[in-house]
C-alpha cells in the first residue's frame, strides 16, 4: 500500500473505524468522508481568534480537523467522477464547512461537473469561501461553456478574496488546471 493509501486508512479508521468506512457500498464512500469531515471539523477553530491561533485562519500542524479535511479532499478527488453528484447535491444542501470542502474538491473534478452547480454556487451561496472555491473549480473546468462573464461576476461579488479570485481566473483566460496538478493530489 502507498504512503498516500495507509494516510488514508488511518485517517478513516481514527475518523469513521474501519468496519464503518468500508462496510456497504463503496458509492457510498463520498458520503461517509464528507460525514467523517463534518463530525471532526470544528468551524470555531477556524474562525475564531485564540491564544493559540491569534491570526484566526491558521491552525496547528496536528489539528485533527484539519488533517481529516486534507484527506477527505485527497480522498474525494480520487474517487473521481464516480464523486461528483454527492459532491454536487452537498455544495447546493449542505452545511457550510461541507459546501467550503466540496467546492475545492469540485475545482479538481472540474471537467467532470455541471458548470450550472459551479456557477450557481459563485453567484450565489451565501458563504464567501465556497463562492471563492466555486470560482476556482469554475476556472479550472479551463473552458467557456456557458458563457461566464467573469467581469459581471467580479463586479457583483462582495467578497474582497472572492473576487481577487475571479481576477486569478480571469488573468488565466479559460486554460484548464494541468492534470499532473490533479494527479499529485490524489497521490
Not at 28 to 55: C, I, M, N, Y
Not at 105 to 119: I, K, S
Not at 132 to 141: F, I, N, S
Amino acid at each position: 500500500m502507498s504512503k498516500t493509501g495507509r494516510l488514508i486508512l488511518v485517517s478513516a479508521v481514527l475518523t469513521l473505524g474501519a468496519s464503518t468506512l468500508m462496510a456497504g457500498d463503496p458509492r457510498r464512500l463520498p458520503e461517509k468522508l464528507l460525514v467523517a469531515f463534518s463530525r471532526d471539523w470544528d468551524e470555531r477553530g477556524w474562525t475564531q481568534k485564540s491564544e493559540r491561533r491569534p491570526h484566526g485562519y491558521m491552525r496547528a500542524l496536528n489539528d485533527r480537523g484539519w488533517r481529516t479535511r486534507m484527506v477527505a479532499l485527497q480522498d474525494l478527488v480520487s474517487h473521481g467522477k464516480s464523486a461528483v453528484p454527492v459532491l454536487v447535491e452537498t455544495i447546493k444542501n449542505g452545511g457550510t464547512p461541507n459546501r467550503i470542502l466540496t467546492a475545492q474538491a469540485l475545482g479538481y473534478l472540474a471537467p467532470h461537473v455541471p458548470y450550472r452547480a459551479l456557477l450557481e454556487a459563485a453567484k450565489n451561496d451565501k458563504d464567501p469561501a465556497v463562492r471563492l472555491y466555486a470560482v476556482d473549480a469554475l476556472e479550472m473546468r479551463g473552458t467557456t461553456e456557458g458563457n461566464i462573464d467573469w467581469n459581471e461576476l467580479r463586479e457583483t461579488e462582495r467578497n474582497r478574496d472572492a473576487r481577487k479570485h475571479i481576477e486569478y481566473a480571469i488573468d488565466r483566460k479559460n486554460r484548464p488546471a494541468e492534470a499532473d496538478v490533479i494527479e499529485n493530489l490524489k497521490g
